[in-house]
């Protein structure tokens, strides 16, 4: 039976965005929306049968429905295939931004990836003394997890949504603590026999010293010892040099267009990312 890696990329992720508290309504018998109100602010349809619904794939009442029924700051993942051109400014040349009118813009791509465990290339993982790998298991420990995220990604995590993590058994929460200080994190999230690596950041002051390729080591290893037949991740810029090296595949963009009001200011935080400030 051939594997679709694509849904098991999606669903993966859709599952994940769920476990983070989205709320879902249904505008008709053919599809579900999901929606929610704290990060990581997600919108997005599926249908009956659990696949991710494109938003040039709704009807023009589903597609009102939705824009109705979201709120500001919230990003709306479109997913486009590998050859799909990309304009001079990097922004997707596609009609996402017609149909959704004014109030978006987009926002950023990620290139989803998937690794099946068996043709997957041996990593050999280095031991350095100065890494320690930790669970987070208490208040404390969600707090730096949040507090290094923040700093690698520039964008605030509720707490609250973390915490519910903790007792759920598809999530591995980890902590990389570096000289005894937190530098990095990661979080595993399994569906079925596919895990999904996903919040992989390291401090920037820290970041070209190797310690994102020794988390990943780490992180892959955890993924075969839970029984994964299938590793998946959606890849930033950034990030997917080293996941070519270790030999992820590409898959498909998910081009993510966020819900503004007013846009007073755009400010550059970090060289690889823009905010709103409103």
């Not at 290339?121 to 031991?127: F, I, N, S």
């Not at 200080?181 to 401090?203: E, I």
């Not at 755009?266 to 709103?276: D, F, G, M, R, V």
């Amino acid at each position: 039976q051939t594997v679709n890696f694509n849904q098991l990329n999606l669903q993966n992720l859709m599952a994940l965005w769920q476990a983070y508290g989205a709320q879902s309504s249904s505008p008709t018998n053919e599809v579900m929306l999901y929606n929610h109100t704290l990060w990581p602010k997600k919108s997005w349809f599926t249908a009956t049968n659990g696949q991710f619904i494109n938003l040039d794939e709704l009807t023009l009442e589903q597609r009102q429905y939705w824009l109705n029924n979201v709120q500001s700051n919230t990003a709306v993942p479109v997913i486009s295939a590998l050859n799909t051109q990309l304009n001079t400014s990097n922004i997707p040349d596609n009609k996402i931004t017609d149909l959704l009118g004014h109030q978006w813009q987009y926002k950023s791509t990620q290139v989803a990836m998937y690794m099946h465990v068996e043709s997957a290339p041996k990593q050999q993982l280095v031991e350095r003394d100065e890494l320690v790998l930790t669970n987070v298991t208490s208040t404390a420990d969600i707090q730096a997890w949040i507090d290094v995220c923040y700093d690698s990604f520039g964008y605030q995590i509720d707490a609250d949504v973390v915490s519910s993590l903790l007792t759920n058994n598809q999530v591995k929460l980890v902590l990389v603590l570096c000289h005894d200080k937190p530098c990095a994190t990661g979080l595993l999230f399994k569906t079925g026999t596919t895990v999904g690596v996903h919040q992989v950041s390291v401090s920037p002051s820290l970041q070209g010293q190797g310690i994102a390729k020794w988390l990943m080591i780490n992180l892959l290893n955890q993924s075969v010892d839970w029984q994964a037949e299938n590793i998946v991740l959606q890849a930033s810029t950034m990030g997917k040099p080293l996941y070519d090296k270790l030999g992820f595949k590409e898959q498909f963009f998910i081009n993510n267009y966020q819900k503004i009001t007013k846009i007073t200011e755009i400010i550059k935080i970090k060289k690889y990312q823009e905010i709103t400030i409103y």
